[in-house]
């Protein structure tokens, strides 16, 4: 039990589009996602709470306008890079909380040319 | 706010041998879970271990074990047995209970442990 997916797994954008990332909870019904953003060999870097039905908290330096957050469902979030630049390419990694613990999805590698 | 400290950034271990990864952590909060999470080369974060911070037994999973010293501040992870499939970035975390609300994972910067033949 508990797994989390994300799709897409790879995504390659033009400079300036937008582009969607999906997580789901798959076996279990999630109030609070989280959004992380991994640079190569570094540590994840929270990006934003998700709770459903209400708008996301953003950590301090991260620009809402630019990384929109929806969590429409239980078991839905969604991330939009809107406008993206080559500086958002990164993996992307979402959880999804349940108790006392995030599961973690399979994360999404953008690239933006 | 809480930090999280993991001061080797990389380590080497014999396959069979036993390899400790040091975690040093700052919080003032009372009430709190800790973390172990393997990284692989899939990328795919895998929870390892998790420790209660009301609990003095320190947890186990199989091969891997924790130290858990509260009053240090300190959450080492004992890896026996090494394999190398155990080859993988591991990162200690802090969660910060909260009551009726999710909690947020406040991550170290990782070690890189390698497993050698």
């Known amino acids: 039990g508990a797994v989390v997916s994300q799709h897409p797994s790879r995504v390659i954008c033009k400079s300036g589009t937008s582009v969607k990332i999906e997580c789901r909870s798959l076996?279990?019904?999630?109030?609070?996602m989280f959004w992380y953003r991994q640079f190569p060999k570094k540590s994840l870097m929270l990006m934003a709470t998700s709770n459903e039905g209400s708008k996301a908290t953003y950590e301090q330096g991260v620009e809402k306008d630019k990384f929109l957050i929806n969590h429409a469902s239980l078991t839905l979030s969604t991330l939009t890079v809107t406008s993206a630049h080559p500086e958002d390419s990164s993996f992307y990694i979402c959880?999804?909380?349940?108790?006392?613990?995030?599961?973690f999805g399979p994360g999404t590698r953008l690239t933006v040319t | 706010a809480q930090t999280v400290t993991q001061s080797q950034p990389e380590m080497s271990v014999q396959e069979a041998e036993t390899v400790t990864l040091s975690c040093t952590y700052d919080t003032s909060e009372n009430n709190y879970y800790l973390f172990w999470y393997k990284q692989p080369p899939s990328r795919q974060m895998i929870l390892v271990i998790r420790q209660e911070a009301y609990k003095q037994q320190n947890a186990t999973e199989n091969r891997f074990s924790v130290n858990f010293q509260k009053a240090a501040k300190s959450f080492s992870l004992k890896i026996s047995d090494s394999q190398l499939g155990d080859t993988a970035m591991y990162f200690c975390a802090f969660m910060r209970l909260n009551t009726g609300t999710a909690s947020k994972l406040t991550f170290g910067t990782g070690t890189r442990l390698q497993v050698t033949l």
């Open positions: 959880s999804a909380s349940r108790v006392y613990e995030q599961y």
């Open positions: 076996d279990f019904q999630a109030t609070t």
